[in-house]
């Protein structure tokens, strides 16, 4: 039985991942997919990843067959500019010029390049156009400080929904693999088939509007209407914004979870994947024909782990508590927690959480960084606490803003004119400086981050530094007390005056 293709009943045996490499999945399976049905579902896969990049590349999420982790381009609210996102750095994408103005019989040029190969790069373009460039100094390497940046993605849709119908389809088809091969979940692979199809015709998934849409489009979309009639017309998967409790908790942070089983009781076959433990889905792939047995079996995926044995975690039961209940409206759920806000809930909270592991992250390393002060002497030592905390200057000016952002609204009303453009000007961004700060907003930084210097040195000697003091320095109140009391003395003596 096993060896064959779930789609077309061929000789299986094309190796794909069970889960999709570009999450973070490390393990394959040659007995499942042929190669070509496995590389229909390529780019059903592929959107789903799109949609899932900015939160794997907060987390630092290594793509499987790629040292790199992964990155995510976004525009910088401030200035409209691309950048490259991940967790070890920001980058701009595009060089630019800072600032130019003619001197004798030459231009005097500022420029700002994404690395050192961009800058190679165009200083060769210049001479081939015959440009003589003399570099006036070496170059500096700065921070880029960011501001708000976007990143638009559209979690869900039927492509995103499509991808998860058939990333645990394939689970299914792991775990039970007589029963994906009995005919019992046809109309379920006829439905990832449909939507995988609609996934490949350009503008399928409703990204690219540009342009007269493929004329394909139209007929993979009827394909996929008639793959839906032995489900009255709905997806037999759905958003699920009403999990049931978890019985056991996911083995990893953050970890991923794809439970699939069949109930011996009516014979459903269920499904279901929640991502990063916080989005959760469920499908019913269809009914059990012959007698089967009740079993469930779930898998943990830690989406961070860098190869087996450790990256995953499997636990068999006798149990159908896992069984779902489709809802009655297939985008019922969908548009009661949009009207009630609680869609966003599940992101704010993932985002939140993944936001403290960073700090606990960054705190760790500071902490084992900074054990090297007893053994320097006390010039050493405050150059030390120095560089550390320059090391996370980003996080710093991200204090600053939270903090004036904070404080500004609690102006009296009075002063506000007055004194809310200096609070502004004091986080001001600046597109045309080296760092992308204004000269108020990099003096307010240098202030801020010596505050915290002079707090750590003294946290030190007094011997309560320790990672949890870290955190609460570096992202937490009283990291913003401590920077508060600095950058805030000119406006609170105003206040007085
Ligand atoms: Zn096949």
Redesign the pocket.
């Known amino acids: 039985m096993a060896n064959t293709?779930?789609?077309?009943?061929?000789a299986?045996g094309s190796g794909e991942h069970v889960f999709p490499a570009s999450l973070g999945g490390r393990r394959t399976n040659k007995n499942i997919?042929?190669?070509?049905?496995?590389n229909?579902y390529a780019r059903l896969v592929e959107e789903l990843a799109n949609q899932l990049d900015l939160l794997n590349a907060l987390l630092g999420v290594i793509p499987d067959r790629s040292d790199e982790v992964k990155s995510v381009l976004a525009r910088d609210r401030h200035t409209g500019e691309e950048l490259r996102l991940s967790v070890k750095k920001s980058s701009l994408t595009e060089s630019r010029v800072i600032s130019r103005q003619r001197e004798g019989a030459g231009v005097r040029m500022e420029m700002s390049f994404p690395n050192r190969e961009a800058m190679k790069l165009w200083l060769a373009e210049q001479q081939a156009n015959g440009i003589d460039v003399t570099p006036l100094h070496k170059p500096e390497e700065h921070p880029y400080f960011l501001g708000e940046v976007h990143h638009q993605s559209h979690f869900g849709g039927p492509c995103g929904l499509g991808a998860v119908a058939y990333v645990t389809q394939t689970f299914l088809a792991q775990a039970f693999p007589e029963l994906a091969r009995s005919g019992d979940i046809e109309n379920f692979i006829a439905y990832t088939q449909a939507i995988a199809a609609v996934a490949r015709i350009r503008g399928g998934c409703g990204a690219h509007t540009d342009g007269a849409p493929d004329p394909k489009l139209e007929a993979a979309r009827q394909t996929l209407e008639a793959a839906l009639v032995p489900f009255a017309g709905k997806m037999p998967v759905w958003w699920d914004f009403d999990p049931q409790p978890e019985t056991r908790p996911n083995a990893f942070e953050f970890g991923h979870r794809v439970t699939v089983g069949v109930d011996a009781e009516d014979g459903q076959i269920f499904g279901r994947l929640s991502l990063f433990s916080s989005i959760h889905f469920g499908m019913c792939f269809g009914t059990a024909s012959a007698a089967v047995e009740t079993k469930a079996v779930t898998v943990d995926i830690d989406p961070m782990a860098a190869h087996p044995p450790d990256d995953i975690q499997t636990v068999q039961s006798a149990s159908a508590i896992a069984r779902v209940t489709a809802p009655t409206q297939p985008t019922a759920g969908l548009a009661a927690a949009l009207a009630n806000n609680t869609q966003e809930a599940p992101f704010t909270d993932l985002i939140r959480r993944i936001e403290a592991y960073s700090l606990a992250k960054v705190a760790a390393k500071m902490h084992v960084e900074l054990a090297a002060y007893s053994t320097l002497s006390s010039v050493e030592g405050d150059l030390l606490i120095a560089r550390v905390v320059d090391e996370q200057a980003q996080r710093v000016f991200n204090m600053v803003r939270w903090l004036l952002r904070d404080y500004k609204p609690r102006l009296p009303t009075d002063l506000l004119p007055a004194l809310g453009p200096s609070i502004d000007s004091m986080m001001a961004r600046d597109p045309n400086s080296a760092n992308g700060l204004s000269p108020m907003a990099n003096a307010t930084l240098t202030l801020a981050k010596g505050a915290l210097v002079t707090q750590i040195r003294e946290d030190i000697k007094a011997g309560r530094l320790d990672q949890r003091r870290l955190e609460a320095l570096m992202g937490e109140g009283p990291g913003a007390a401590v920077i508060g009391e600095i950058i805030l003395t000119p406006v609170v003596a105003a206040l007085a005056g």
Do not use: F, L
């Open positions: 293709c779930i789609v077309c009943g061929q299986a997919y042929c190669t070509k049905h496995d229909s």
